[in-house]
């Protein structure tokens, strides 16, 4: 069974900062994606991020980034620039394919933009 | 999710009863899935369905019970086998192509009265 591990519970930053939240995860599988979810205090899910397994090239969009280490089985994000609306908390997931497509989450981080 | 309905928005259960959740998409997706947030922790996968009239059990099925009779709908029922139901229930959808992500609704808050 795959496993994925969110050291971090809380982060605090400042407007316009850097910010890097970590990700680790657990499995045999050879094929699988990885993404990033955020939620807002309205609790909806928004992808934030994909990354394939079978890409070495980095995923970005925008202010946002990965940093995917397959070896090291780390798939961390970077929030470049961070503004207030990042305020949110962000759950890691994983999801092995083929087959049904299960998402297997992390426990989150709540994340803090400060003003 | 504008395409994923979830009702109602908060739902209140008494001890013994049951209680459905409704989760109806309009995305044409074939797969739905049924999630369980509790207060700080991550998503946890109750029932998942790939096609109509088929499912299946995720890691924490017991207490629930759920149909796929259309493509469109997925109602989740939280019977009253399910000990601790106060939590956060999000639906998902996902179409069949392999790059395709879930997309969420906006979930029920569940809680005992």
């Known amino acids: 069974a795959q496993t994925v591990t969110q050291s971090q519970p809380e982060m605090s930053v400042q407007e316009a900062e850097t910010v890097t939240l970590s990700c680790t995860y657990d499995?045999?599988?050879?094929?699988?994606?990885l993404f990033w979810y955020k939620q807002p205090p309205s609790r909806q899910m928004i992808l934030v991020i994909r990354q394939e397994a079978y890409k070495q090239q980095n995923a970005t969009e925008n202010r946002f980034s990965v940093n995917f280490q397959k070896a090291a089985k780390s798939f961390s994000l970077k929030i470049s620039d961070s503004q207030l609306g990042d305020t949110a908390m962000y759950f890691c997931?994983?999801?092995?394919?083929?087959?049904?497509?299960?998402?297997?989450f992390g426990q989150g981080t709540r994340l803090t933009i400060n003003p | 999710d504008g395409g994923i309905t979830q009702s109602p928005k908060y739902l209140f259960r008494k001890e013994g009863q049951n209680v459905t959740l409704s989760c109806e998409q309009n995305?044409?997706?074939?797969?739905m899935y049924w999630y369980r947030q509790d207060p700080g922790q991550g998503l946890r996968l109750i029932y998942y369905s790939q096609i109509v009239n088929d499912f299946q059990k995720g890691d924490i099925a017991e207490g629930y019970s759920v149909s796929r009779e259309k493509k469109e709908s997925f109602p989740l029922t939280v019977t009253s086998a399910q000990k601790n139901p106060t939590a956060f229930y999000l639906c998902?959808?996902?179409?069949?192509?392999?790059?395709?992500?879930?997309?969420f609704g906006d979930g029920t808050r569940l809680s005992i009265l």
């Open positions: 998902a959808t996902r179409g069949l192509l392999s790059n395709q992500p879930q997309h």
């Open positions: 499995t045999s599988e050879n094929n699988y994606y």
């Open positions: 995305l044409n997706h074939d797969a």
């Open positions: 997931a994983f999801m092995k394919i083929p087959g049904a497509q299960k998402l297997v």
